[in-house]
């Protein structure tokens, strides 16, 4: 069954260490030679490295296309390429390496041309490194491999030339502050293509706007607490399909946490999405939770693009946040837009 995921980083803020260096490592180059797609193996290492006390209980890292990949006449597609993390390792004075599945990562993250596009969502497991014993120096890898979609859409590209890829990565620790920006310059090449081109039956595409992709909530005043706050993200939403569909939301995480620990029921936040424009799609509004859940369905859109409004809402008079700890609270949504 094909489909589509990504993922949107949702912030819920409720008021009153030593820098990390982020580091990059790239092979540089991968070769398309087959109507069945690549995998490019080792074509990235995210690492962060220093000195002293480490803590960090959550953090992110994060990837964006910064142009289009381009030949200089045609124009390479950026949600046709992936990256997979393979493993990780490294060295933690005091504190385990963390697993892939430790962290919380997801296994296959599509870029997305222009759009900040999460390879840690919202870690589930934190860095922490002690100074003691003579030994201040840390380090920690997430090496990737780089997949390209198979697909009949090769066959549009000028044999031998070489698209150039420009990904800026992005480490933000637990206070969701910059920490350490990498830019990597990677060429595709297209060469002799093997195999016959195939066409999926089912073409499927969903893509978050780049102003929707942090969600923000905030409850300032004593008329939030009692009447519900909401924020509305105009067109914060994009699929398209040529067969009927169905769009599905999950948080990664099963409550919202702070970080200092503290945790939010996930259903402390409804979501809706208002189909905009002619999308004729049902929506069905629901409560955030940990579960995947249909939030919208639709019969084919001759694969055109068609849009939705996202809103976040808090409820009216809500006991759990009037009674909660003033800070941050954060989860992280996925979207999946999967056959119906």
Not at 228 to 237: E, I, P, R, T
């Amino acid at each position: 069954m094909n489909k589509c995921v990504l993922f949107i980083f949702l912030l819920l803020l409720v008021y009153t260490a030593k820098a990390q260096n982020l580091n990059v490592d790239s092979n540089n180059y991968a070769s398309i030679d087959s109507y069945n797609g690549i995998v490019k193996s080792n074509a990235y290492k995210v690492w962060i490295d220093g000195n002293g006390n480490l803590n960090l209980p959550t953090w992110r890292v994060s990837a964006r296309v910064k142009q289009p990949i381009s030949n200089g006449n045609q124009v390479f597609p950026a949600d046709k390429i992936s990256l997979l993390p393979t493993t990780t390792y490294g060295q933690l004075n005091g504190s385990a390496i963390p697993t892939i599945n430790q962290i919380g990562m997801p296994l296959q993250t599509f870029l997305q041309q222009g759009q900040e596009v999460f390879l840690v969502p919202q870690s589930q497991a934190g860095l922490f490194n002690s100074a003691g014993g003579g030994n201040p120096y840390y380090n920690f890898h997430i090496p990737f491999d780089l997949k390209v979609e198979g697909g009949a859409y090769l066959s549009q590209f000028t044999t031998w030339s070489q698209f150039t890829m420009v990904v800026e990565f992005r480490f933000y620790d637990n206070k969701n502050q910059v920490r350490g920006l990498q830019e990597r310059y990677y060429t595709l090449q297209i060469a002799t293509l093997s195999g016959s081109p195939q066409t999926p039956v089912n073409q499927l595409a969903i893509k978050v706007a780049s102003n929707a992709v942090n969600g923000l909530l905030e409850l300032k005043t004593k008329q939030d607490y009692l009447q519900g706050v909401s924020v509305k993200y105009s067109n914060g939403l994009m699929i398209s399909a040529n067969t009927n569909y169905q769009v599905q939301v999950t948080a990664l995480q099963p409550n919202f946490t702070s970080t200092t620990g503290n945790m939010l029921p996930l259903n402390t936040v409804n979501l809706s999405l208002i189909p905009v424009s002619n999308n004729q799609a049902a929506v069905f509004p629901v409560g955030l939770s940990a579960t995947s859940q249909k939030i919208a369905s639709g019969s084919s859109t001759q694969s055109a693009q068609v849009f939705f409004d996202i809103m976040y809402a808090t409820k009216v008079n809500d006991a759990n946040l009037i009674n909660a700890k003033p800070e941050q609270y954060t989860t992280t949504l996925q979207y999946e837009i999967v056959p119906q």
